[in-house]
């Protein structure tokens, strides 16, 4: 119940810096956050990263139901091996991909707004805890030493 908690937690810390991001700038304005580096960039995302599947946005919705769902029934798998590892890259993950399941479900797009100068794409903070708990669902991987434990 504490992972679900964690999960609720987060997934409001996303959609309200996207809603106070989106209510303070311009669709397409772009603040300098740190000069050469680091910008805000509102930009209204109706695909999945980069644009990418915009043109059949209606597919995105299911697709993305399945895989949530998928990811959570993998989480309820008990293992034994560094659990707190895995918990957190599922707990990453999961509120990442609800942030942006929300947003395309109730606003028909995601809202992106982080730009680092020098490299494409424009991105949020749902899109960083996918980001960093793919990372952790890697370690915990290549780093696990038992075979999950199925009942």
């Known amino acids: 119940m ?3 908690f ?3 937690i987060l997934v409001m810390i996303d959609l309200v810096i996207k ?13 300098q956050v ?22 059949v946005s209606w597919v995105i919705i299911p697709l993305q139901s399945v ?14 091996s560094k659990r707190n590892l895995r918990d957190l ?14 947003d395309r479900l109730f606003l028909g797009h995601v809202i992106d707004f982080i730009h680092i100068e020098g490299r494409s794409g424009i991105f949020n903070i749902a899109d960083l805890y996918i980001l960093f708990g793919f990372i952790a669902l890697a370690i915990w991987t290549y780093t696990a030493k038992e075979e999950p434990q199925y009942s």
């Open 19 to 31: 809603r106070w991001m989106d209510a303070r700038m311009d669709l397409d304005e772009v603040i």
């Open 2 to 4: 504490k992972r679900l």
């Open 89 to 102: 890259a599922f707990i990453l993950v999961l509120s990442g991909g609800l942030g942006n399941f929300i």
């Open 34 to 55: 740190i000069p050469g580096w680091l910008e805000w960039n509102l930009l209204y995302n109706e695909g999945i990263t980069g644009g990418w599947l915009s043109s």
């Open 67 to 80: 895989i949530l769902s998928w990811i959570f029934l993998w989480w309820t798998i008990p293992v034994d």
């Open 6 to 8: 964690i999960v609720v």
